[in-house]
T-cell receptor, first 113, second 114 residues
Framework: DTAVSQTPKYLVTQMGNDKSIKCEQNLGHDTMYWYKQDSKKFLKIMFSYNNKELIINETVPNRFSPKSPDKAHLNLHINSLELGDSAVYFC????????????FGQGTRLTVV | AQKITQTQPGMFVQEKEAVTLDCTYDTSDQSYGLFWYKQPSSGEMIFLIYQGSYDEQNATEGRYSLNFQKARKSANLVISASQLGDSAMYFCAMRESFTDKLIFGTGTRLQVFP
């Protein structure tokens, strides 16, 4: 059973389009994250939700809108896609607290053309 | 401010040798956790090892150990008896109790050669 699953794994789209990435976890975690990994492999946190409540919102363009319908799901919607949005997006989940590791989904490779 | 620094963009090690990947951190929080993740070329993020700020002993998990020096704010990963399958990107990460934010360093690419 997959612990953290993201769909789709690959996404190729044209500039200006709107797209969504879905994430689900079956670990019973109360915290979920979105990370962006750029071409240099740098992992930057974008958002964090705890019990469906947004708790971390880094400096991310407001074209990116996360939505958490319940504790097990955190989706990422991106409006008006730009070339610079091309990256790998990772969803992750964990229990709250410094002593718990985060579990990651397999990543979604987004390519904007 | 919370910060993680990995100064080695790339490292080479011969199979069966040990290798140390460096990580330093900065935080004003007294309670925090330090983590190492491996990212092979297939792209998934694999948790390796954890060290808590109040842990007095260095963490170990199989061939992985964490050399934790709190006063120097360093949390180096030691991989013993390297294997070809250890070739990957390695990320150091930290989570503070105050923000509960998990942030990552820039990573080190390890290549193991025969």
């Amino acid at each position: 059973d997959t612990a953290v699953s993201q769909t789709p794994k690959y996404l190729v789209t044209q500039m200006g389009n709107d797209k969504s990435i879905k994430c689900e976890q079956n670990l019973g975690h109360d915290t979920m994250y979105w990370y962006k990994q750029d071409s240099k492999k740098f992992l930057k946190i974008m958002f964090s939700y705890n019990n469906k409540e947004l708790i971390i919102n880094e400096t991310v363009p407001n074209r990116f809108s996360p939505k958490s319908p319940d504790k097990a799901h955190l989706n990422l919607h991106i409006n008006s896609l730009e070339l610079g949005d091309s990256a790998v997006y990772f969803c992750a989940s964990s229990h709250r607290g410094v002593n718990t590791e985060a579990f990651f989904g397999q990543g979604t490779r987004l390519t904007v053309v | 401010a919370q910060k993680i620094t990995q100064t080695q963009p790339g490292m080479f090690v011969q199979e069966k040798e040990a290798v140390t990947l460096d990580c330093t951190y900065d935080t004003s929080d007294q309670s925090y956790g330090l983590f190492w993740y491996k990212q092979p070329s297939s792209g998934e993020m694999i948790f390796l090892i954890y060290q808590g700020s109040y842990d007095e002993q260095n963490a170990t998990e199989g061939r992985y150990s964490l050399n934790f020096q709190k006063a120097r704010k360093s949390a180096n990963l030691v991989i013993s008896a390297s294997q070809l399958g250890d070739s990957a990107m390695y990320f150091c990460a930290m989570r503070e109790s105050f923000t509960d934010k998990l942030i990552f360093g820039t990573g080190t690419r390890l290549q193991v050669f025969p």
